[in-house]
């Protein structure tokens, strides 16, 4: 760095150096105790190697400013008791959110992780402008259940279908949600939720969720495929999230695996030949295409399959199959150990099963398949995984 007049910039150079030290100082002790439930001020000395006046002066700091708090005090046998210290749950807050077809869900977290309030609606916008709307009356029932404003929350994720293109700031890809590929989309919900919002493709969240809290814990390759109304594949590679080059990773709706009668053209030129094959829509379609008579939903198919009506056991049958297809062709490039299944369809044991037969032949290489143990509830809880790491930097920063 150059420095016209050294003489006069040294000096505050030097000011700007301890300022600098103290909220190194702080931020190491703040890393620490997030590290703990509850830990001493002689264990902070003695873990960070900082002097014990340094490690006084830096909690004093970080307890004024409302980022840990006092957890308590053990008493020994002789002098005065050890005082406890701990991250300050309402030190910041994290508003996860899962934008679907059919629901809109959220749930809101502080600091520590722990979940004050969980909600969901049912919609039926026929606009964008109508689904942020119901997003954000969502938004606002969960900060009034916490009793905070939504302007206070510290960092919002929003798990939506699609991908998010950054030379257009747009969703691409996003099916089944009328208008959502408009660039307004997310200038509109940057205005609701503010500039530091982050959006992430809602299975991508899934699979982040069942490897934090769910089946797939401690595995490091597996694959999180979820079908319902749509098809989609969240990747983990040692333990991290797989995108691509594009953000494109897992979107085995586009995959081809043969011929099929059944399927609609057109469908699947639309959203991919996998999954208006597989959905929901492609199931009763299937069953349509059986013969079935009357109003029919996949899961009526799927419950009577199950209680043994043989022309619904061959549609679930038909569709275990495809799915297993699927898998095997995933396996055959990725090699992983574990596929979660999730989604409306995708999560039954009764349907875990028929696609463990299925893809038994299929595969030359161990493969495990389980359900989902997050349910309904893996997007928001990915949502609210990704988004206590950025809150934490937030805090990191303040």
């Not at 809101?108 to 689904?131: C, F, M, N, W, Y």
């Not at 043989?310 to 898998?327: K, M, P, S, T």
């Amino acid at each position: 760095m150059h420095y016209d007049d050294e003489s006069s910039n040294t000096p505050q150079v030097l000011a700007a150096r301890p300022s600098l030290m103290r909220a190194l100082n702080e931020q190491m002790l703040l890393e620490q105790i997030r590290r703990f439930d509850s830990v001493s001020r002689s264990d902070l000395t003695a873990v960070s190697g900082l002097s014990k006046p340094t490690v006084a002066v830096a909690l004093a700091t970080l307890e004024r400013e409302g980022l840990i708090q006092v957890a308590g005090r053990i008493s020994g046998r002789r002098g005065r008791a050890t005082v406890l210290y701990q991250l300050r749950p309402e030190a910041g807050f994290v508003l996860g959110l899962d934008v679907g077809r059919e629901y809109v869900r959220g749930a809101i977290a502080d600091l520590s992780g722990a979940v004050r309030a969980r909600s969901q609606r049912k919609v039926h916008p026929t606009s964008s402008a109508g689904r942020v709307s119901e997003l954000v009356a969502l938004a606002d029932e969960l900060v009034a259940t916490v009793k905070i404003k939504r302007s206070t929350v510290t960092q919002t994720v929003i798990g939506s279908p699609g991908i998010y293109d950054r030379r257009r700031d747009a969703f691409f890809m996003a099916r089944g949600l009328p208008g959502w590929q408009r660039p307004q989309v997310l200038a509109e919900l940057r205005r609701a939720f503010g500039e530091g919002m982050v959006v992430e493709n809602d299975v991508n969240l899934a699979a982040l969720a069942e490897r934090d809290v769910g089946t797939a814990q401690g595995v490091k390759n597996f694959g999180f495929v979820t079908v319902g109304t749509g098809i989609g594949l969240g990747l983990i590679i040692d333990g991290k999230l797989h995108r691509g080059s594009h953000g494109g990773a897992g979107e085995i709706a586009y995959m081809t695996l043969g011929s099929d009668a059944g399927v609609d053209q057109n469908d699947a030129r639309r959203r991919g030949w996998l999954e208006a094959a597989a959905s929901a829509a492609g199931v009763v379609r299937a069953a349509k295409n059986a013969k079935m008579k009357g109003v029919v939903t996949a899961r009526q198919i799927f419950i009577a399959a199950e209680q043994g009506d043989a022309l619904c056991g061959q549609v679930v049958a038909h569709e275990a199959n495809l799915i297993a297809r699927a898998i095997a062709s995933i396996t055959a490039v990725v090699d992983l150990d574990l596929v979660v299944l999730g989604g409306g369809i995708g999560q039954a044991d009764y349907f875990v099963g028929l696609v463990k037969r299925e893809l038994r032949p299929l595969v030359r290489l161990p493969i495990e398949v389980r359900a989902s143990a997050l349910g309904e509830e893996a997007i928001v809880q990915g949502s609210l995984a990704v988004g206590a790491e950025h809150a934490w930097q937030r805090v990191m920063k303040r």
